[in-house]
């Protein structure tokens, strides 16, 4: 069975940092795209990063130069670190996984997803 399991969601002031972790179990992410999305309350679910085979990694125009996306294959992690955290990041973080890795396809093509982790970001 393959979970993909969020970590290093909370609460945190304007200007600070957290660090979020997705957890691969029961498939190797070395060999596919992980997409961190988010979820703000009445707002679509929208791409922030991904990262691909070759270590490609996308970046969303809003959190460019403050959200950086990397993995530990032999941890079968990804994680994403922000920093300079703005309350407009407040939404629920989810990590997804897309079959193949050629790709860091938009919302609606992934595999499998995990169960999120909620992120508040307080003036």
């Known amino acids: 069975e393959v979970q993909l399991v969020e970590s290093g969601g909370g609460l945190v002031q304007a200007g600070g940092s957290l660090r979020l972790s997705c957890a691969a179990s029961?498939?190797?992410?070395?060999?596919?795209?992980i997409t961190w999305f988010r979820q703000a309350p009445g707002k679509e679910r929208e791409g922030v990063s991904c990262?691909?085979?070759?270590?490609?990694?996308y970046i969303a125009d809003s959190v460019e130069g403050r959200f950086t996306i990397s993995r530990d294959k032999a941890k079968n992690s990804v994680y994403l670190q922000m920093n300079s955290l703005e309350p407009e990041d407040t939404a629920v973080y989810y990590c997804?996984?897309?079959?193949?890795?050629?790709?860091?396809?938009?919302?609606?093509?992934?595999?499998?997803w995990g169960q999120g982790t909620q992120v508040t970001v307080s003036s």
């Open positions: 029961g498939i190797s992410i070395d060999d596919h795209a």
């Open positions: 997804a996984l897309e079959r193949g890795g050629d790709y860091c396809s938009g919302y609606g093509l992934q595999d499998y």
């Open positions: 990262i691909r085979n070759g270590d490609f990694t």
